[in-house]
């Protein structure tokens, strides 16, 4: 059972910068998929980025494509969401997921271990 606990999130300025981390405790090899969602209010899941542990290759939304980066300290297991030049349409409640065998990263439904989300608030 893989277990997720984010942490890092709060309030920033528009431009500002913040580093989400998520601790994994239970089983996770290098097959595993892991990554970060957002739901902002009123929308839908959205999924933000993810890493293959397996050859670290990294995948991104347009939406934050060049001021977000995905990393993983394998020796700590932990996952990382570095943050930068961040807008208030990144206003939203950040989750870490993992699981195995992922085909479509950006699809909520192919996760079933979830964090249980830490806010991030974007506000002048």
């Known amino acids: 059972e893989v277990q997720l606990g984010e942490s890092g999130g709060g309030l920033v300025q528009p431009g500002g910068s913040l580093r989400l981390s998520c601790a994994a405790s239970g089983y996770t090899d290098s097959n595993y998929y892991m990554g970060w969602f957002r739901r902002a209010p009123g929308k839908e899941r959205e999924g933000v980025a993810a890493i293959y542990l397996g050859d670290e290759s990294t995948y991104y939304d347009d939406s934050v494509k060049g001021r977000f980066t995905i990393s993983r300290d394998n020796v700590k297991n932990t996952l990382y969401l570095q943050m930068n030049s961040l807008k208030p349409e990144d206003t939203a409640m950040y989750y870490c997921?993992?699981?195995?065998?992922?085909?479509?990263?950006?699809?909520?439904?192919?996760?079933?271990?979830w964090g249980q989300g830490t806010q991030v608030t974007v506000s002048p």
């Open positions: 997921v993992a699981d195995l065998g992922i085909v479509r990263w950006w699809k909520s439904y192919e996760y079933n271990y």
